[in-house]
């Protein structure tokens, strides 16, 4: 099972836009190096809508070689075209990635039906572990919890989901009805303590990007049954996660690696940098928490 902290890592670009590989290794080593449970390169927060398919490899084997075992590797492998989706997943699998993170087909809004064919069709193509991640925010569908569970029952190497439904009922009759071996991990920062005291088994941060340390003891506090200095960090973290979604993920997040010098604040269209007014507004909570 998949638990605790685990970082969807922003992508760092140079000027002209091409990966920035060198920032990217720092970003990894600053991830490890606070005790972080886990990678997901080419998710949302690494822009993986805007890395061309050949970009999107290159940096999925890229982290899986130089993490060298030391944390898991779970691939965001998602796609609308489950083809594409197939292609990108058997290549993250042969690259040696421990897992995959697959997102709803977005924007052609599937049947219940469609996801458990698209999902399945996945699964069975490979033999690592596949964590759907379920996001009706960004994708126009969910899953219901009844296809989820068809899923996770019909293919065994369905381990997990990453819950961004946004509805905390929902994620309590995941946990509920999931199999022993089924992880189910937060999508969103500010619901993932009352994920975990709900039976969830931690998050895919955003915030951890910024503050691996922290976000990290706030859920190991929570999952080994410290409650009270999950409740006393998740308030301090508070802050962080309303600030860093003040526009549309992942801008604020790169902007605030930026005002640390960790990478270029650098973005591919159609994300942009940040209004001044939000800029300023994200900048008053970094100093306030002392980040910056």
Sequence with gaps: MFKGAITAIVTPFHEDGSV???AFKKLIDFQIG???NGIV???TTGESPTLSHEEHDEVVAMTVKYV???IPVIAGTGSNCTREAIRMTSHAENAGADACLLVNPYYNKPTQEGLYRHFKAIADSVDF???VYNIKGRTGVNVETSTLMRLAN????INGVKEASGDINQMREVIRQRPSNFSVLSGDDNMTLELIKSGGDGVISVASNLAPDIVGKMVSSALNGNIAEAEKLNAYLSPLFEAIFIETNPIPIKASLAMKGLVK???RLPMCEMSPKNREKLKAVLQQMKIL
């Excluded at 019909?154 to 190497?157: I, R, Y």
Aim: charged share 25%; hydrophobic share 15%; aromatic share 4%.
């Design 20 to 22: 920035d590989v060198k």
């Design 154 to 157: 019909d293919c065994q190497n």
């Design 265 to 267: 604040e650098t973005y």
């Design 129 to 131: 572990p596949c964590i």
């Design 41 to 43: 390169p080419c998710g």
């Design 34 to 36: 606070n005790g972080i």
């Design 68 to 70: 060298r075992g030391r």
